[in-house]
């Protein structure tokens, strides 16, 4: 074979196959980075990392549900039938406050009418760096208006396995697109049953540290600042509506064994004001659900509460229950203090088979 | 800019090459050299991707270095005065980069007295740039005649973006004769084809073996506490290959690129897990460092002309430099010196036995050659470990006689979506009752490459296009480009 040939041929061939796989991926786009769905065609929704960023630029919505797992279990159709709104949900597992923020950035940016931005912030999230993240691999080609790094995505064997062979298929067996009720939600029981698979009660009570230092203060300071109020006062026509994941009471109890109890809500109590100078945010905090956060069954892990609890947090934020305001946040942490200070911890364990 | 990325395959590769031919023909009689100038820009992009602050430093370093051998020329009585400018600047430059964190963290363990410094970020490839510039310096200091290159033809040489992070290490003579040579301006479809062979064969290398083995190894030594004897083999293994494929695929990609414009680029791999003894491994791995180590360490110290003893001295000096040169850390530097020491004691026992007995024998040979793998197997592991006492810990539980491959250990080549496909047609059941298998023979096939097979070097030797090749390419190529989302860096743009 001339050189000529071979070289034409086999360049052609890798153009072609590269042009042949490319173009479907464009034009069905299964993770929304180009344009939203496309009509008569049905999407699984199912990557958070790889599909929010195309979720929040691409989709017709006017309120966010947004945040950590604790978030997965919320139901848009629930939100939208309390709040009047057309809802989408786009939690990150594990997420840190600054995954999020860049989130509602590209979100609000992209579109400004947004009405409600509901964040449950995750109450053991205030005393970390403002950029902690829990990932590795990030697709950040995804993140960006960069188009020379989009080739990472369009010529990807795992989305083109996972997400347009897939999802074609998908299609022709007649399926319809994952609703955002269904979208990352997950169904486990709660109960000891689960808890104690990942549960460990320390026997050792370690001293109460006292209150954060002022480095300490200053990390919770940016975190809060840099992550949420930053883009709370960017965004002054959204109201946002925040609330603190209510934790079981195994969590109180491991940070009062832990020595970090008062440090805790030390970083409460400045997160709490810095969010109450917001004018468009609404707080809330549901740690006086004492029936909710002491009850084990609500649980599948000392943080992450069932299915149901989140349904109830939806009812209670639109009744105005929880709200915390600049005249109750003092009582309410000094309520907590004590509560959680001289609770029977040892009750919880009463049905507690090892 | 990643070789292993869409935009330098799709956007940045074709315009350079398609810019580099079109300009020659256009302007192949100007005195200017603009396919020079083009390559030199193009280099710096392909630079300054990630990070354009870093282009400064190249081009200062590229500037001064011109400007020393300028001065040179112009104040021959002072020579040396320019030649020892010229090195302080490319050893500071080094020094400061690369070494200066590891000299403050020294300083602060032996005085317990701690001085605040900015940590430094490495730019890529300037032990590579370093180098070769150092050997430009001397070179031209040595003897300057035959060596009046244009500042165009220097600039483009070090910057020459196929070898410019992670070698080989190219000596000017090699290059710019080259750049010189009005037939290589021309497009040449059989360097093209070769070119795209060799290309395809080094990125399926980095990307489809490299980083898949890199992902166990890294399971491997983030869990190090819980590795044991069945683990650390694996670990061991993978990480030996992972190194291999990693740089020789790198340097593979480089010689085609350099093909695709009808440069050649020397070699530097041959098989290196094939060699006998420490020495030839020396004469397999990384050949243009060693040859780098030989021309202006070793055979100016003396190299074996002033006696055994002194041979053996600038022996284990060069390797301890050479450990130097792969990193600022102690393992660097013991794994440099235990290199050094085996290649001292091969050498003694060679004098010794005037090379009949030991390595004479084929039993020897044999057995010899398997300590020699295991040898490098272990001495890979000290190269890997982030301090010694991860690699001592790692060892110890590599002795603890448990064979049970750790659960998480096979994950990333269980979870390959290749593999995944293949478990659709009956293999999971295979991986749900042994769940190391796939990565077990995944291993075996990998050892069988690299201990069997012809290399990159030999089969662009043997290479005739024929629809066998071009099948090889596609598949290759395409495959490649197809995982390149979830790659990770070179690992030999640190050094």
């Known amino acids: 074979m001339k050189s000529k040939k071979w070289f034409a041929g086999t360049i052609g061939a890798v153009l072609s196959i590269l042009f042949l796989i490319g173009l479907p991926m464009i034009i069905i786009d299964p993770y929304f980075h180009f344009h939203g769905p496309i009509p008569g065609f049905s999407y699984r929704l199912y990557s958070e990392r790889y599909m929010n960023d195309g979720i929040v630029r691409h989709f017709d919505y006017d309120a966010i549900i947004t945040g950590s797992s604790m978030n997965q279990n919320f139901k848009t159709s629930t939100m939208d039938s309390l709040f009047g709104t057309n809802s989408i949900k786009v939690p990150f597992s594990g997420a840190g406050f600054q995954e999020i923020s860049n989130l509602l950035e590209r979100a609000l940016s992209t ?14 999230g205030f005393n970390r760096e403002y950029d902690w993240a829990g990932y590795d691999d990030y697709p950040d080609y995804l993140y960006d208006d960069n188009p020379l790094n989009d080739f990472a995505y369009i010529w990807n064997k795992t989305i083109l396995y996972e997400a347009l062979i897939t999802d074609v298929i998908y299609t022709l067996k007649g399926n319809e697109t994952t609703t955002f009720d269904e979208y990352s939600s997950w169904e486990v029981g709660g109960g000891w049953d689960q808890i104690r698979k990942t549960y460990y009660r320390s026997d050792e009570v370690l001293p109460m540290e006292p209150g954060l230092s002022e480095g300490a203060k200053e990390r919770v300071q940016t975190n809060i600042g840099e992550n949420i109020v930053k883009l709370v006062k960017k965004y002054p026509n959204t109201q946002f509506l925040f609330f603190y994941t209510p934790y079981s009471a195994l969590y109180w109890e491991s940070l009062t064994r832990d020595g970090t109890f008062w440090k805790q809500l030390e970083a409460e109590k400045l997160t709490t004001e810095m969010l109450l100078d917001c004018p468009n945010v609404s707080l809330y905090s549901f740690a006086q659900m004492t029936d909710i956060t002491g009850n084990v069954m609500n649980y599948r892990d000392k943080e992450h509460y069932v299915a149901a609890i989140n349904e109830k947090i939806l009812h209670w934020i639109a009744d105005g229950e929880g709200l915390v305001t600049k005249e109750n946040y003092e009582e309410l942490l000094q309520w907590e203090l004590e509560y959680y200070t001289d609770y029977d911890y040892d009750e919880l364990y009463t049905t507690y088979v090892p | 800019m990643l070789f292993n990325s869409g935009v330098f395959l799709v956007v940045f590769l074709p315009i350079v090459v398609i810019g580099y031919y079109l300009i020659n023909k256009i302007n192949n009689r100007s005195a200017i050299p603009y396919d020079l100038i083009w390559l030199f820009l193009m280099s710096l992009i392909f630079y300054g991707y990630e990070k354009p602050i870093f282009v400064l430093l190249i081009v200062l370093s590229i500037v001064w270095n011109y ?7 112009r104040f021959i009585n002072h020579k040396k005065f320019f030649l020892v400018l010229g090195l302080l600047f490319n050893f500071g430059l080094l020094f400061y980069f690369k070494y200066f964190n590891f000299f403050m963290e020294n300083v602060y363990a032996l005085t317990d007295k701690y001085w605040a410094w900015k940590n430094i970020f490495l730019p890529l490839g300037i032990s590579f740039f370093t180098f070769q510039q150092v050997s430009f310096l001397v070179d031209y200091y040595r003897d300057s005649t035959a060596m009046e290159y244009s500042f165009w033809e220097y600039a483009a040489f070090v910057s020459f973006f196929p070898q410019l992070v992670a070698g080989p290490i190219v000596l000017h003579q090699e290059l710019i004769p080259q750049f010189r040579d009005s037939v290589k301006k021309r497009i040449n479809y059989d360097n093209l084809c070769l070119g ?20 166990v190894v890294a ?29 020789s695929g790198y340097c593979d990609m480089a010689i085609g690129i350099a093909k695709l414009f009808n440069f050649s680029l020397p070699v530097n791999f041959n098989s290196p897990y094939k060699a006998g003894t420490v020495r ?79 390595f004479g024998q084929k039993i020897w040979k044999g057995i010899y050659r398997v300590w020699v793998l295991v ?12 301090s010694l006492v991860i690699f001592r810990i790692f060892m110890q539980r590599l002795a603890n006689g448990s064979w049970n491959v750790i659960s998480q250990i096979p994950d990333p080549i269980n979870k390959k979506i290749e593999f995944r496909m293949l478990a659709r047609l009956g293999l999971g059941r295979i991986t749900e009752v042994f769940p190391s298998f796939l990565l077990v023979a995944f291993l075996i096939c990998c050892w069988i490459g690299v201990l ?25 190529l395409v495959w490649s480009i197809f995982s390149f989302s979830d790659v990770g860096e070179f690992l030999y743009f640190n050094f």
């Open chain 1, 111 to 124: 579109n400004p009418d947004i009405k409600y931005v509901l964040w449950g912030i995750d109450y053991n």
């Open chain 2, 67 to 73: 400007l020393c051998t300028r001065m040179m020329n």
């Open chain 2, 196 to 215: 795209m062979y060799a290309f395809s064969l080094g990125l399926a290398k980095k990307v489809l073996l490299a980083d898949t083995l890199s992902k």
């Open chain 2, 219 to 247: 399971i491997g030594m983030r869990d190090f506490l819980e590795n044991n004897t069945g683990t650390g083999l694996v670990v061991m293994a993978a990480y030996t290959l992972q190194i291999y494929f990693d740089f």
């Open chain 2, 280 to 358: 030839e491994f020396w004469k397999r791995w990384h050949l243009t460092l060693t040859r780098f180590f030989t021309i202006y360490v070793y055979i100016p110290l003396g190299g074996s002309r002033k006696g055994k003893l002194r041979t053996y001295g600038n022996t284990f000096f060069i390797f301890l430099l050479s450990g130097l040169w792969h990193g600022a850390n102690w393992t660097f530097i013991c794994w440099g010196m235990l290199h050094g020491l085996l290649m001292t004691v091969e050498k003694m026992v060679a004098d010794l036995t005037k090379n009949r007995h030991i």
């Open chain 2, 375 to 386: 040898f490098i197997n272990v001495s890979w592991m000290i190269f890997r470990s982030d």
């Open chain 2, 452 to 476: 069997c097979m012809k290399n990159t070097q030999e089969k662009m030797e043997s290479f005739t296009g024929n629809w066998k090749t071009s099948l090889v390419t596609i598949v290759l």
